[in-house]
């Protein structure tokens, strides 16, 4: 299936489409099968969808929230106070500020010292969710993701052993430019989500942004590699990112 790309002024507007985005999904999947599961992003734009989420009076009261089960597609190597952590962003703006039971909140337990024990934890707790057969994959509802100027995704950053991962639904990732360890989902696992959204703005990822979009370039960042087996891919970029690329899908 051809990605979706949508164009937005500015990332407040990139996030009120996320949300509503967000609700029609959550509704949706919660008729079909009495649940809705996402994995959530870090970074700066998503922030401003939570907090959406959780402050427009109307979005808010059609979420069912107690059918909602939140999950991380990558987690920084930090305990779950820190500054820098995902969990603590998404808590803070959405979780501690709507109605969801907190066994609906799935965390990467990333306090653990050992960051490989950390991603191992959680390919189970997301394993044990989902129950898939031999050979399946877990199919996220809904996967929300962002893209770094370098044409990373999740933590999946280029030129790491993270991105050739075919077996684990999660690993730790040491990203040297950071010198430190990620802990990220794989590109199996994302590419089966039956909808990815990615929420991308700023003038400093348009470059990169022609590649990824671009249907004949070699793949040269994560973010290619992002391509659902059986799901939608939808782009929503503001106008800064998006530069000359015109909306499409
Ligand atoms: C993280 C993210 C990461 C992020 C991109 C874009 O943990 O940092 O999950 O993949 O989405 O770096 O971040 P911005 O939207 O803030 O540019």
Same mark, same amino acid.
Request: hydrophobic share 45%.
């Given at each position: 299936?051809?990605?979706?790309?949508?164009?937005?002024?500015?990332?407040?507007?990139?996030?009120?489409?996320?949300?509503?985005?967000?609700?029609?999904?959550?509704?949706?999947?919660?008729? &079909?099968?009495? +649940? %809705?599961?996402?994995a !959530?992003? $870090?970074?700066?734009?998503?922030?401003?969808?939570? #907090? =959406?989420?959780?402050?427009?009076?109307?979005?808010?009261?059609?979420?069912?929230?107690?059918?909602?089960?939140?999950?991380?597609?990558?987690?920084?190597?930090?305990?779950?106070?820190?500054?820098?952590?995902?969990?603590?962003?998404?808590?803070?703006?959405?979780l501690?500020?709507?109605?969801?039971?907190?066994?609906?909140?799935?965390r990467?337990?990333?306090?653990?010292?050992?960051?490989?024990?950390?991603?191992?934890?959680?390919?189970?707790?997301?394993?044990?969710?989902f129950?898939?057969?031999?050979? &399946?994959?877990? +199919? %996220?509802?809904?996967? !929300?993701? $962002?893209m770094?100027?370098d044409?990373?995704?999740? #933590? =999946?950053?280029?030129?790491?052993?993270?991105?050739?991962?075919?077996?684990?639904?999660?690993?730790?990732?040491?990203?040297?430019?950071?010198?430190?360890?990620?802990?990220?989902?794989?590109?199996?696992?994302?590419?089966?989500?039956?909808?990815?959204?990615?929420?991308?703005?700023?003038?400093?990822?348009?470059?990169?942004?022609?590649?990824?979009?671009?249907?004949?370039?070699?793949?040269?960042?994560?973010?290619?590699?992002?391509?659902?087996?059986?799901?939608?891919?939808?782009?929503?970029?503001?106008?800064?990112?998006?530069?000359?690329?015109?909306?499409?899908?």
């Amino acid at each position: 299936m051809k990605p979706e790309i949508k164009i937005y002024p500015d990332a407040n507007q990139i996030a009120r489409a996320a949300a509503e985005e967000f609700v029609r999904l959550a509704n949706e999947a919660v008729q &079909e099968t009495g +649940r %809705f599961a996402v994995a !959530l992003a $870090g970074g700066s734009t998503p922030k401003t969808l939570y #907090s =959406l989420l959780a402050e427009d009076e109307a979005l808010r009261q059609q979420l069912p929230w107690d059918k909602l089960h939140f999950f991380w597609g990558d987690e920084r190597h930090v305990p779950p106070d820190h500054k820098d952590s995902n969990y603590r962003m998404a808590n803070e703006a959405l979780l501690s500020r709507v109605p969801v039971p907190a066994e609906n909140v799935h965390r990467i337990r990333s306090e653990d010292p050992d960051a490989q024990k950390a991603a191992a934890d959680y390919d189970q707790e997301v394993r044990s969710f989902f129950q898939p057969g031999a050979g &399946e994959w877990p +199919r %996220f509802d809904l996967v !929300l993701l $962002g893209m770094g100027p370098d044409g990373h995704t999740a #933590s =999946l950053f280029p030129g790491t052993t993270a991105l050739s991962e075919t077996e684990r639904l999660v690993v730790a990732t040491w990203v040297e430019k950071f010198r430190t360890f990620r802990v990220t989902m794989t590109f199996p696992v994302l590419n089966n989500a039956a909808n990815v959204l990615f929420l991308v703005g700023g003038a400093e990822k348009t470059e990169v942004l022609r590649t990824v979009l671009s249907e004949s370039a070699a793949p040269q960042f994560p973010a290619q590699l992002i391509r659902p087996v059986a799901g939608r891919l939808v782009w929503l970029l503001d106008e800064a990112a998006a530069g000359t690329l015109s909306a499409s899908g």
